[in-house]
Each structure stands twice: as C-alpha cells, then as structure tokens.
T-cell receptor
Framework: GDSVTQMEGPVTLSEEAFLTINCTYTATGYPSLFWYVQYPGEGLQLLLKATKADDKGSNKGFEATYRKETTSFHLEKGSVQVSDSAVYFCALSEVDTGNQFYFGTGTSLTVIP | SQTIHQWPATLVQPVGSPLSLECTVEGTSNPNLYWYRQAAGRGLQLLFYSVGIGQISSEVPQNLSASRPQDRQFILSSKKLLLSDSGFYLC????????????FGPGTRLTVL
C-alpha cells in the first residue's frame, strides 16, 4: 500500500544553516505530495505542495521538488531561522486508486541562535 | 474567513466508556471534512472523510464511527473506548478533495485509562 517515510528527528540546527528533511514515498498511482508544518502552540498548516512529477513547491523560503524517479519530496531551506522551529510532516494524497491520504511521522526541527 | 473548531481540547476517559468529539467549520459551505488520529510515535492516520451531509467514508476499520448531521459539523464517536484509542485526534476541512489544501483544527488529546 501507499506510505510516506520521513527522516527521524529531532533535528537541531544553528541559525542560517542549510536544512534538508528527507521524505520518500511509495504509491501505486500518481499522488500529490505535501509538506505540512506545526509551529509550537499552533495547528497543522500547509507549507507547500506539488501535484505532479518535477513540480517544485515553495513557500517562506522552503522548497521541495517532486522526484518521481527517486520517489522523493525532500524539504530544503538555504538558511533557517529560529522562527522555523516546528514539526514538519510530509504527506501524500492519492485519488487514482481510491481516496487515500497519508502523513509521515513528523520531523521536529529546532533552530538555535 | 474560515475557522475550524474542535472540542474538547483534552479528554481522559475510562476503557469501555463512550466517546463524542465534535468539529465545526465556519465561514464556508459544503466543505470536505476529515478525522485523523496520531498515535504515539506514528504519523497522522486518516480515519474518516465526508464529502457531504450523511456521506461518510471509513479508511480504517475500528470501533470508531463518524457522522455528519449538518453541513459544517463532523462528529467522531465510539460506543466503547479501547486503550488503543488513545491519541491525538485532528479534524480538517478542504474545499475540494484530498489533493486540495486541508485546514486543520487544534486537535483533541484523548487518553483512555
């Protein structure tokens, strides 16, 4: 069945460091891919998404490219800030083979000044 | 603007007791509605989704049920809770289907003792 595998955390980075959070997926059809973020004390919210292969989602300096050949959707940011500290969830939705939505287990990121 | 409410925020219930969690959405009509659960150490799991009043799709067989008595109201229920029902329950809505952005409520932390 479909699934999403995220790199385990927690991740601790210094401010202005480069961030990569790995996400790979398995799917039987052609899924849409998402990154959701949960800031401390707030609800889960969409960060970015990509709906087809080679699409790049971007928002708030974060980027992720839908790579069908490697079944990956890694989240990257060139220079993290303290305000980026949050839990990041990779997610997949597939409607071609039945309505399914899967989240990864989440990766906690702490950025220190 | 749209808002989504969930209550209660936290709940402690004994094994075998009933459950009712409520979710309401304001500021939109005919939303798609979703219930998710996050158990300890696991990703968010889609439990139910609804595309309209009285229309419920179950993604995971369990002792939980969902109902949608009104357009913007989604209720998660159980007649008899199990220890394994403990977790964090999130309600979400979207304008479109599963490939559309989902907007999440604040969640309910359920502990079954």
């Amino acid at each position: 069945g479909d699934s999403v595998t995220q790199m385990e955390g927690p991740v601790t980075l210094s401010e202005e460091a480069f961030l990569t959070i790995n996400c790979t997926y398995t799917a039987t059809g052609y899924p849409s891919l998402f990154w959701y973020v949960q800031y401390p004390g707030e609800g889960l919210q969409l960060l970015l998404k990509a709906t087809k292969a080679d699409d790049k989602g971007s928002n708030k300096g974060f980027e992720a490219t839908y790579r069908k050949e490697t079944t990956s959707f890694h989240l990257e940011k060139g220079s993290v800030q303290v305000s980026d500290s949050a839990v990041y969830f990779c997610a997949l939705s597939e409607v071609d083979t039945g309505n399914q939505f899967y989240f990864g287990t989440g990766t906690s990121l702490t950025v220190i000044p | 603007s749209q808002t989504i409410h969930q209550w209660p925020a936290t709940l402690v219930q004994p094994v075998g007791s009933p459950l009712s969690l409520e979710c309401t959405v304001e500021g939109t009509s005919n939303p798609n509605l979703y219930w998710y659960r996050q158990a300890a150490g696991r990703g968010l799991q889609l439990l139910f989704y609804s595309v309209g009043i009285g229309q419920i799709s179950s993604e995971v067989p369990q002792n939980l049920s969902a109902s949608r008595p009104q357009d913007r109201q989604f209720i998660l229920s159980s007649k008899k809770l199990l220890l394994s029902d403990s977790g964090f329950y999130l309600c979400a809505w979207s304008r479109g289907g599963l490939t559309d952005t989902q907007y999440f409520g604040p969640g309910t932390r359920l502990t079954v003792l």
